[in-house]
């Protein structure tokens, strides 16, 4: 029997025919990152704020039992937590303005900067009806601007990927 699939889609808007999915944190760990350039030590988390899914995804699951290639769709809302570790070298004057992240590209004084990973961990949520959904974030552009944060260390703009494994409750 082929197993039930999942189908991710956008949060910008949620659907009306998708319900909200309460979830349990099993882990949520910090990722680590060497910024080779600049020996400064970038830190992220993925944190999980909402997951939705297909309102009539229980019976999905039930018909998934008896027949094959049957999809349920889902997304999720989240948000990186980047901390910054800079050598004394690049700090500098604290500053408590805000900015966009605009006016930021525009104070970029290193672009694509390379890094090595130091530790990556995969994020496990534990949702209704026993699906998990396990989630690993990873930089995938870093770049230093000219700004400073409130501490004085330096401003950087991180792109960045998820990787997603969904498991579905054993038949």
């Known amino acids: 029997m082929e197993p039930l699939k999942s189908t ?3 949060v910008e ?3 009306p025919d998708f319900i909200f999915v309460d979830f349990e944190v099993e ?8 910024l080779i350039q600049d020996e400064t ?3 992220t ?3 999980l704020i909402n997951v939705i899914m297909e309102k009539n995804y229980k019976e999905i699951m039930e018909r998934a039992k008896r ?5 349920i769709g889902f997304g999720f809302q989240s948000q990186n937590v980047i901390g910054v570790e800079a050598p004394a070298k690049l700090r500098g004057e604290p500053d408590t303005k805000t900015y966009t992240i ?3 590209r525009s104070f970029i004084v290193k672009e694509d900067l390379d890094f090595e990973t130091l530790k990556e961990t995969w994020n496990v949520y534990n949702l209704e009806d026993g699906i998990t959904i396990k989630v690993r974030g990873a930089p995938i552009r870093v770049s230093r601007t000219s700004k400073f944060d409130g501490q004085g260390l330096p401003i950087y703009l991180v ?7 969904v498991t579905l409750p054993k038949k």
Request: net charge positive.
């Open 8 to 10: 991710s889609v956008s």
């Open 13 to 15: 808007k949620v659907p």
């Open 27 to 34: 882990r949520e760990g910090w990722n680590r990152y060497r």
């Open 41 to 43: 030590i970038l830190k």
């Open 45 to 47: 988390k993925f944190v």
């Open 67 to 71: 027949e094959k290639g049957l999809r």
């Open 102 to 104: 605009e006016e930021l």
């Open 159 to 165: 792109d960045s990927t998820a990787d997603v494994k």
